[in-house]
C-alpha cells in the first residue's frame, strides 16, 4: 500500500461560522469545488451529525476517479470536522478552524493509504503526480470556496508530512507471513522471469527455444543425473517434467523466503528488497551451486542475472500488491 500525509491551510477573509457551514454542507461542494463530481448521503447519523455517512466521488487532474465513504466521528462546530474514510482511500480527514482579525484559517489534515492496486504498483514511480494531484485540487477547493462565499483568499499552503517510521518493521511484530500467496508468488514471479528470459534471447539474437531446452536439460540434471547432459537439446517430456518440478519447487522456496523479508516492508522498501533479492539469488546459483552442479556454470551470463532481478522484482511486486494484510 502507498501513505500519503498532507496538511493544507486555507486563509479565508470570511466570517468563521460561514466558512465552517459551507465545508461541513458537503452535500453542495461539486457547486463550487472543481473535482467533486458527487456527494451522497448515506446514512443521516445521529441529531448531531455523528455517524453520518457520505460516498464522495472525485475526478483528478489526470482524468481516473477515486470514490471513497466518509463518516462523522466528531463534529465541533465551528472549530473541528473529523471523519473516517473507507474505499480507494482508507484513513481519516480532519478540518480544524481558527478566527483571527477577519481572516478565518482552515486546516485540513488527510493521512490515507491507497487501496486501489494500480495506484500501488505505480507508487513508486508516481508518487510525485498523486501529490501533485492533491495539492491542485485542494488549491483548486481553496478558490472555490472564496467564490462561494464572496470572499478574498489570501493565502494557501500545502505540505506533504513525513511518513511514520515503522519500528515494528525494524524490531518485529505479529504481521503473519501469507505462507500460501508467498509460495504462489514464488510461481508466478518464476514465470514472469521465464518469460523475460526468452524475451532476452530474442533481442540478443539467441533462438530462444533452444536456448531454454539447453537449460530444461541443465536443470533437470539435478534429479535425473549428468548422463542427460550427454543427449541433444531436444524436447524429451521426461527431461521437461524433471526441469519444470526442479523449478517450480525453487520458485516455491525463493517465494516463502521473499514473502518473509518483505512481509513488513512497504511497498518501496520492498521493490528494494525484492530486486536485490533476485541478484543475490544469482550469485547464490550460477557461483554457488555451481560447485556442486558445475554444469550450471553454462547459463552464467547476463541475461539470467536479468531474469533473476525481474523474478526478486515481480515477486515483491506480487506479493505485496494482491497478498499484503495491510492492502
Request: hydrophobic residues 50%; neutral net charge; charged residues 15%.
Given at each position: 500500500?502507498?501513505?500519503?500525509?498532507?496538511?493544507?491551510?486555507?486563509?479565508i477573509e470570511?466570517?468563521?461560522?460561514?466558512?465552517?457551514?459551507?465545508?461541513?454542507?458537503?452535500?453542495?461542494?461539486?457547486?463550487?469545488?472543481?473535482?467533486?463530481q458527487?456527494?451522497?448521503?448515506?446514512?443521516?447519523?445521529?441529531?448531531?451529525?455523528?455517524?453520518?455517512?457520505?460516498?464522495?466521488?472525485?475526478?483528478?487532474?489526470?482524468?481516473?476517479g477515486?470514490?471513497?465513504?466518509?463518516?462523522?466521528?466528531?463534529i465541533?462546530?465551528?472549530?473541528?470536522?473529523e471523519a473516517t474514510?473507507?474505499?480507494?482511500?482508507?484513513?481519516?480527514?480532519?478540518?480544524?478552524?481558527?478566527?483571527?482579525?477577519?481572516?478565518?484559517?482552515?486546516?485540513?489534515?488527510?493521512?490515507?493509504?491507497?487501496?486501489?492496486?494500480?495506484?500501488?504498483?505505480?507508487?513508486?514511480?508516481?508518487?510525485?503526480?498523486?501529490?501533485?494531484?492533491?495539492?491542485?485540487?485542494?488549491?483548486?477547493?481553496?478558490?472555490?470556496?472564496a467564490?462561494?462565499?464572496?470572499?478574498?483568499l489570501?493565502?494557501?499552503?500545502?505540505?506533504?508530512?513525513?511518513?511514520?517510521?515503522?519500528?515494528?518493521?525494524?524490531?518485529?511484530?505479529?504481521?503473519?507471513?501469507?505462507?500460501?500467496?508467498a509460495?504462489?508468488?514464488?510461481?508466478?514471479?518464476?514465470?514472469?522471469?521465464?518469460?523475460?528470459?526468452?524475451l532476452?534471447?530474442?533481442v540478443?539474437?539467441?533462438?530462444?527455444?533452444?536456448?531454454?531446452?539447453?537449460?530444461?536439460?541443465?536443470?533437470?540434471?539435478?534429479?535425473?543425473?549428468?548422463?542427460?547432459?550427454?543427449?541433444p537439446?531436444?524436447f524429451?517430456?521426461?527431461v521437461?517434467?524433471?526441469a519444470?518440478?526442479v523449478?517450480?519447487?525453487?520458485?516455491?522456496?525463493?517465494?516463502?523466503?521473499?514473502?518473509?523479508m518483505i512481509?513488513?516492508?512497504?511497498?518501496?522498501?520492498?521493490?528494494?528488497?525484492?530486486?536485490?533479492?533476485?541478484?543475490?539469488?544469482?550469485?547464490?546459483?550460477?557461483?554457488?551451486?555451481?560447485?556442486?552442479?558445475?554444469?550450471?556454470?553454462?547459463?552464467?551470463?547476463?541475461?539470467?542475472?536479468?531474469?533473476?532481478?525481474?523474478?526478486?522484482?515481480?515477486?515483491?511486486?506480487?506479493?505485496?500488491?494482491?497478498?499484503d494484510?495491510?492492502?
Amino acid at each position: 500500500m502507498a501513505e500519503y500525509r498532507f496538511i493544507t491551510s486555507w486563509q479565508i477573509e470570511a466570517p468563521l461560522q460561514a466558512v465552517f457551514d459551507t465545508i461541513l454542507d458537503s452535500l453542495h461542494w461539486s457547486d463550487w469545488w472543481p473535482g467533486v463530481q458527487a456527494v451522497e448521503q448515506l446514512d443521516q447519523g445521529d441529531a448531531n451529525g455523528i455517524g453520518s455517512l457520505r460516498r464522495y466521488t472525485w475526478k483528478s487532474l489526470l482524468g481516473y476517479g477515486l470514490r471513497f465513504d466518509a463518516r462523522a466521528v466528531r463534529i465541533a462546530p465551528p472549530l473541528v470536522l473529523e471523519a473516517t474514510v473507507e474505499g480507494d482511500l482508507k484513513g481519516y480527514g480532519r478540518w480544524t478552524f481558527c478566527h483571527d482579525r477577519g481572516v478565518t484559517t482552515v486546516c485540513y489534515e488527510w493521512d490515507v493509504h491507497t487501496t486501489r492496486h494500480w495506484m500501488n504498483w505505480l507508487s513508486p514511480v508516481a508518487r510525485g503526480v498523486f501529490v501533485y494531484n492533491h495539492h491542485v485540487l485542494m488549491r483548486r477547493g481553496a478558490e472555490g470556496l472564496a467564490q462561494c462565499l464572496r470572499a478574498r483568499l489570501i493565502g494557501v499552503s500545502e505540505r506533504e508530512l513525513p511518513r511514520p517510521a515503522r519500528i515494528n518493521s525494524v524490531l518485529g511484530d505479529d504481521t503473519p507471513v501469507d505462507w500460501r500467496a508467498a509460495a504462489v508468488t514464488g510461481v508466478l514471479a518464476g514465470i514472469v522471469a521465464t518469460f523475460a528470459q526468452l524475451l532476452l534471447w530474442w533481442v540478443a539474437s539467441y533462438a530462444p527455444v533452444g536456448m531454454l531446452l539447453r537449460d530444461a536439460h541443465l536443470a533437470a540434471a539435478i534429479v535425473m543425473g549428468q548422463g542427460v547432459l550427454e543427449s541433444p537439446a531436444t524436447f524429451d517430456w521426461r527431461v521437461m517434467t524433471a526441469a519444470t518440478v526442479v523449478h517450480g519447487i525453487l520458485s516455491i522456496a525463493y517465494g516463502l523466503l521473499l514473502g518473509r523479508m518483505i512481509v513488513r516492508l512497504p511497498m518501496c522498501a520492498a521493490l528494494l528488497a525484492g530486486g536485490t533479492f533476485g541478484l543475490l539469488l544469482f550469485y547464490i546459483n550460477m557461483y554457488g551451486f555451481t560447485a556442486i552442479f558445475p554444469w550450471f556454470s553454462a547459463s552464467r551470463d547476463w541475461i539470467t542475472a536479468s531474469a533473476h532481478l525481474l523474478f526478486g522484482l515481480s515477486g515483491a511486486l506480487i506479493y505485496k500488491s494482491f497478498h499484503d494484510p495491510e492492502t
